[in-house]
Protein backbone atom coordinates (compact mmCIF):
# COMPACT_ATOMS: atom_id res chain seq x y z
CA UNK A 1 0.00 0.00 0.00
CA UNK A 2 1.15 3.71 -0.34
CA UNK A 3 0.71 5.76 3.07
CA UNK A 4 1.26 9.47 3.55
CA UNK A 5 4.93 9.10 5.93
CA UNK A 6 4.39 12.67 7.89
CA UNK A 7 0.99 13.14 9.73
CA UNK A 8 -0.32 16.18 11.49
CA UNK A 9 -2.85 16.16 13.83
CA UNK A 10 -5.72 18.67 12.74
CA UNK A 11 -6.73 19.26 16.76
CA UNK A 12 -3.29 20.43 18.26
CA UNK A 13 -0.96 20.66 14.99
CA UNK A 14 1.31 18.03 16.00
CA UNK A 15 3.61 16.39 13.74
CA UNK A 16 4.65 12.51 13.77
CA UNK A 17 6.09 9.81 11.58
CA UNK A 18 3.53 7.17 10.87
CA UNK A 19 6.35 5.13 9.58
CA UNK A 20 7.71 4.92 13.35
CA UNK A 21 4.16 4.57 15.37
CA UNK A 22 2.00 2.91 12.50
CA UNK A 23 -0.64 4.87 13.51
CA UNK A 24 -2.68 8.03 12.49
CA UNK A 25 -3.90 8.46 15.95
CA UNK A 26 -1.57 11.77 17.85
CA UNK A 27 0.77 10.54 19.98
CA UNK A 28 0.77 13.72 21.51
CA UNK A 29 -2.93 13.88 22.09
CA UNK A 30 -4.99 10.87 21.01
CA UNK A 31 -7.17 12.43 18.47
CA UNK A 32 -7.53 10.53 14.80
CA UNK A 33 -8.07 13.71 12.92
CA UNK A 34 -4.77 14.02 11.09
CA UNK A 35 -4.03 14.66 7.38
CA UNK A 36 -0.70 13.70 5.80
CA UNK A 37 1.34 16.25 4.43
CA UNK A 38 3.92 14.45 2.01
CA UNK A 39 3.21 12.36 -0.97
CA UNK A 40 2.52 8.73 -0.92
CA UNK A 41 5.05 6.22 -0.58
CA UNK A 42 4.77 2.69 -0.95
CA UNK A 43 4.62 1.11 2.70
CA UNK A 44 4.18 -2.02 4.04
CA UNK A 45 5.89 -2.58 7.53
CA UNK A 46 4.66 -2.03 10.69
CA UNK A 47 6.51 -0.86 13.85
CA UNK A 48 6.32 -3.68 15.82
CA UNK A 49 8.69 -5.53 18.30
CA UNK A 50 9.05 -9.00 19.07
CA UNK A 51 9.62 -9.72 22.60
CA UNK A 52 9.91 -13.32 23.57
CA UNK A 53 10.87 -12.54 27.25
CA UNK A 54 7.83 -13.27 28.93
CA UNK A 55 7.92 -17.00 27.01
CA UNK A 56 11.05 -17.41 27.97
CA UNK A 57 10.45 -17.33 31.22
CA UNK A 58 7.08 -19.43 31.42
CA UNK A 59 8.95 -21.89 29.60
CA UNK A 60 12.00 -21.96 31.97
CA UNK A 61 9.59 -22.68 34.98
CA UNK A 62 7.84 -25.51 33.25
CA UNK A 63 8.36 -29.00 34.05
CA UNK A 64 7.73 -29.82 30.60
CA UNK A 65 9.85 -28.71 27.69
CA UNK A 66 6.40 -27.06 25.61
CA UNK A 67 4.01 -26.27 28.48
CA UNK A 68 0.39 -26.44 26.85
CA UNK A 69 -0.73 -23.30 28.59
CA UNK A 70 2.19 -21.32 27.35
CA UNK A 71 2.09 -22.92 23.08
CA UNK A 72 -0.75 -21.47 21.85
CA UNK A 73 0.29 -17.98 23.56
CA UNK A 74 3.64 -17.91 21.77
CA UNK A 75 2.33 -18.92 18.49
CA UNK A 76 -0.08 -16.36 18.73
CA UNK A 77 2.27 -14.12 19.11
CA UNK A 78 4.66 -15.11 16.36
CA UNK A 79 1.93 -15.28 13.76
CA UNK A 80 0.96 -11.47 15.22
CA UNK A 81 4.71 -10.33 14.50
CA UNK A 82 5.12 -12.40 11.04
CA UNK A 83 1.70 -10.74 9.90
CA UNK A 84 2.39 -7.14 10.73
CA UNK A 85 5.88 -7.39 9.32
CA UNK A 86 6.56 -6.50 5.68
CA UNK A 87 9.52 -5.47 3.54
CA UNK A 88 9.30 -1.93 2.51
CA UNK A 89 9.30 1.14 4.60
CA UNK A 90 8.74 4.49 3.49
CA UNK A 91 9.32 3.87 -0.03
CA UNK A 92 12.68 1.74 0.82
CA UNK A 93 13.10 -1.86 0.10
CA UNK A 94 13.96 -3.45 3.29
CA UNK A 95 16.50 -6.81 3.66
CA UNK A 96 14.90 -10.03 5.11
CA UNK A 97 15.85 -9.21 8.47
CA UNK A 98 17.46 -11.80 11.08
CA UNK A 99 14.17 -11.56 13.28
CA UNK A 100 11.87 -12.33 11.16
CA UNK A 101 13.73 -15.38 9.77
CA UNK A 102 13.90 -17.07 13.41
CA UNK A 103 10.69 -15.76 13.92
CA UNK A 104 9.23 -17.92 11.39
CA UNK A 105 11.55 -20.66 12.15
CA UNK A 106 10.45 -20.94 15.24
CA UNK A 107 6.87 -20.82 14.90
CA UNK A 108 7.63 -23.50 12.66
CA UNK A 109 9.46 -25.62 15.40
CA UNK A 110 6.82 -25.36 17.68
CA UNK A 111 4.42 -27.01 15.52
CA UNK A 112 6.61 -29.63 14.51
CA UNK A 113 7.93 -30.67 17.55
CA UNK A 114 4.45 -31.08 18.62
CA UNK A 115 3.83 -33.65 16.40
CA UNK A 116 6.86 -36.00 17.65
CA UNK A 117 6.04 -38.89 19.39
CA UNK A 118 9.37 -39.42 20.95
CA UNK A 119 11.21 -35.87 21.06
CA UNK A 120 14.99 -36.50 21.72
CA UNK A 121 17.57 -33.88 23.96
CA UNK A 122 19.08 -32.24 20.52
CA UNK A 123 15.20 -31.77 19.61
CA UNK A 124 14.10 -29.68 22.46
CA UNK A 125 17.46 -28.46 23.30
CA UNK A 126 17.18 -26.64 19.61
CA UNK A 127 13.58 -25.52 19.73
CA UNK A 128 14.63 -23.54 23.34
CA UNK A 129 17.76 -22.38 21.20
CA UNK A 130 15.42 -20.61 18.89
CA UNK A 131 13.49 -19.26 21.60
CA UNK A 132 16.05 -18.02 23.44
CA UNK A 133 17.31 -15.55 20.86
CA UNK A 134 15.01 -15.20 17.98
CA UNK A 135 13.71 -11.76 19.51
CA UNK A 136 17.27 -10.79 19.03
CA UNK A 137 17.72 -12.21 15.47
CA UNK A 138 19.71 -15.50 16.51
CA UNK A 139 18.65 -18.60 15.38
CA UNK A 140 21.30 -21.88 15.30
CA UNK A 141 23.59 -22.49 12.27
CA UNK A 142 22.65 -25.39 9.53
CA UNK A 143 24.92 -27.56 10.93
CA UNK A 144 22.32 -27.69 13.95
CA UNK A 145 19.39 -28.20 13.02
CA UNK A 146 18.03 -31.95 14.27
CA UNK A 147 16.63 -33.94 11.21
CA UNK A 148 13.22 -34.08 13.46
CA UNK A 149 13.27 -30.34 12.95
CA UNK A 150 14.81 -29.81 9.61
CA UNK A 151 11.46 -29.38 7.96
CA UNK A 152 10.39 -26.29 10.59
CA UNK A 153 13.70 -24.73 8.67
CA UNK A 154 12.75 -25.64 5.44
CA UNK A 155 9.03 -24.27 5.59
CA UNK A 156 10.62 -21.29 7.45
CA UNK A 157 12.86 -20.41 4.14
CA UNK A 158 9.30 -20.97 2.33
CA UNK A 159 7.36 -18.24 4.21
CA UNK A 160 9.84 -15.95 4.55
CA UNK A 161 11.16 -15.92 0.55
CA UNK A 162 7.35 -16.03 -0.40
CA UNK A 163 6.40 -13.16 1.62
CA UNK A 164 10.27 -11.36 0.48
CA UNK A 165 9.16 -11.69 -2.62
CA UNK A 166 5.80 -10.77 -2.60
CA UNK A 167 6.93 -7.11 -1.32
CA UNK A 168 9.75 -7.20 -3.68
CA UNK A 169 7.63 -7.63 -6.90
CA UNK A 170 5.36 -4.91 -5.75
CA UNK A 171 8.31 -2.75 -5.19
CA UNK A 172 9.36 -3.44 -8.88
CA UNK A 173 5.65 -2.47 -9.81
CA UNK A 174 5.96 0.66 -8.24
CA UNK A 175 9.45 1.14 -9.46
CA UNK A 176 7.81 0.76 -12.92
CA UNK A 177 5.45 2.97 -12.36
CA UNK A 178 7.69 5.90 -11.18
CA UNK A 179 10.14 5.06 -14.21
CA UNK A 180 7.01 5.65 -16.88
CA UNK A 181 6.31 9.87 -17.59
CA UNK A 182 2.59 10.58 -18.41
CA UNK A 183 2.42 12.45 -21.80
CA UNK A 184 3.84 16.07 -19.52
CA UNK A 185 6.88 13.77 -18.41
CA UNK A 186 5.66 13.29 -15.16
CA UNK A 187 3.49 11.55 -12.69
CA UNK A 188 0.09 12.80 -12.20
CA UNK A 189 -0.26 15.23 -9.38
CA UNK A 190 -4.19 15.36 -9.13
CA UNK A 191 -6.21 14.28 -5.75
CA UNK A 192 -6.42 11.69 -3.76
CA UNK A 193 -9.48 10.54 -2.14
CA UNK A 194 -8.97 12.73 1.14
CA UNK A 195 -8.51 15.91 -1.67
CA UNK A 196 -4.85 15.98 -0.70
CA UNK A 197 -2.09 16.05 -3.61
CA UNK A 198 0.99 14.80 -4.03
CA UNK A 199 3.52 16.58 -5.93
CA UNK A 200 4.83 13.68 -8.42
CA UNK A 201 7.30 12.65 -5.81
CA UNK A 202 8.45 8.97 -6.69
CA UNK A 203 6.94 6.29 -4.20
CA UNK A 204 9.52 4.01 -4.09
CA UNK A 205 13.50 5.24 -3.95
CA UNK A 206 16.70 2.93 -5.29
CA UNK A 207 20.25 4.13 -5.59
CA UNK A 208 22.75 3.29 -8.48
CA UNK A 209 22.11 4.25 -12.34
CA UNK A 210 19.41 3.32 -14.47
CA UNK A 211 17.12 1.43 -11.99
CA UNK A 212 14.01 0.71 -14.47
CA UNK A 213 16.84 -1.76 -16.33
CA UNK A 214 17.29 -4.00 -13.24
CA UNK A 215 13.61 -4.55 -13.34
CA UNK A 216 13.09 -7.00 -15.98
CA UNK A 217 16.22 -9.35 -14.70
CA UNK A 218 15.07 -8.68 -10.66
CA UNK A 219 11.69 -9.95 -12.28
CA UNK A 220 13.02 -13.27 -13.92
CA UNK A 221 15.15 -14.27 -11.21
CA UNK A 222 12.54 -13.88 -8.75
CA UNK A 223 10.58 -16.29 -10.63
CA UNK A 224 13.27 -19.00 -11.08
CA UNK A 225 13.62 -18.24 -7.07
CA UNK A 226 9.91 -19.25 -6.90
CA UNK A 227 9.99 -22.52 -8.78
CA UNK A 228 12.59 -23.46 -6.17
CA UNK A 229 10.24 -22.02 -3.17
CA UNK A 230 7.60 -24.51 -4.46
CA UNK A 231 9.43 -27.48 -4.47
CA UNK A 232 10.21 -27.20 -1.35
CA UNK A 233 6.73 -26.45 -0.37
CA UNK A 234 5.73 -29.82 -1.57
CA UNK A 235 8.17 -31.24 0.36
CA UNK A 236 6.86 -29.79 3.33
CA UNK A 237 10.26 -28.25 4.13
CA UNK A 238 11.79 -31.48 4.04
CA UNK A 239 15.33 -30.20 2.32
CA UNK A 240 18.46 -30.38 3.75
CA UNK A 241 19.04 -27.14 6.27
CA UNK A 242 21.65 -25.77 3.94
CA UNK A 243 19.23 -25.89 0.95
CA UNK A 244 16.90 -23.84 2.68
CA UNK A 245 19.46 -21.34 3.92
CA UNK A 246 20.09 -20.92 0.21
CA UNK A 247 16.92 -20.04 -0.45
CA UNK A 248 17.21 -17.21 1.95
CA UNK A 249 20.48 -15.77 0.88
CA UNK A 250 19.09 -15.87 -2.91
CA UNK A 251 16.16 -13.39 -1.78
CA UNK A 252 18.68 -11.55 0.52
CA UNK A 253 20.84 -10.92 -2.56
CA UNK A 254 18.03 -10.24 -4.94
CA UNK A 255 16.88 -7.72 -2.55
CA UNK A 256 20.45 -5.93 -2.76
CA UNK A 257 20.33 -5.75 -6.78
CA UNK A 258 17.01 -4.11 -6.43
CA UNK A 259 18.09 -1.45 -3.84
CA UNK A 260 21.41 -0.52 -5.65
CA UNK A 261 21.48 -2.33 -8.47
CA UNK A 262 24.85 -4.80 -8.35
CA UNK A 263 25.51 -6.87 -11.12
CA UNK A 264 27.22 -9.27 -8.27
CA UNK A 265 24.25 -9.51 -6.55
CA UNK A 266 22.25 -10.35 -9.20
CA UNK A 267 25.15 -13.33 -10.20
CA UNK A 268 25.42 -14.38 -6.59
CA UNK A 269 21.69 -14.69 -6.80
CA UNK A 270 21.41 -16.82 -9.78
CA UNK A 271 24.57 -18.94 -8.36
CA UNK A 272 22.21 -19.56 -5.13
CA UNK A 273 19.44 -20.56 -6.86
CA UNK A 274 21.21 -22.80 -9.28
CA UNK A 275 22.82 -24.35 -6.31
CA UNK A 276 19.52 -25.03 -4.93
CA UNK A 277 18.94 -27.92 -7.55
CA UNK A 278 16.66 -30.98 -7.18
CA UNK A 279 19.70 -33.08 -5.97
CA UNK A 280 19.76 -30.58 -3.05
CA UNK A 281 16.28 -30.79 -2.10
CA UNK A 282 16.06 -34.65 -2.30
CA UNK A 283 13.98 -35.25 1.37
CA UNK A 284 15.68 -38.94 1.72
CA UNK A 285 19.46 -36.91 1.54
CA UNK A 286 19.59 -36.89 5.47
Same mark, same amino acid.
Given at each position: M?? /??????????ARWSYYETGSVACPNCGDLRSVGVDDRTAHT?? *??? $??LSAHRERFADAPETLPRSGVDDLQSDLREYCRKRGFIDGGRLLSLDDTYLAARELLEAVDCFERLRDPTDADREYLLGLL &???DEGERPPAGEVPNALR?????AAV /? #? !?? #?YRSDALDFLDELEADA????????????????? /????? =????????? =?? *???? =???? *??ERLRDRVT???? $?????? =?? *???? $???? !??? $????? /? &???ESALATADDLIARASVDDLDPTDR
Open positions: KV /RGERECQSCGDA *AVA $LD &AGAEARGM /R #A !VE #AGPDSNGERDAGPDSNGE /RDDGA =PAVAVGGEN =PA *ARIA =PARD *AFRVDA $LGGDVS =PA *AADA $LVEA !VGA $LGEYV /R &AGE
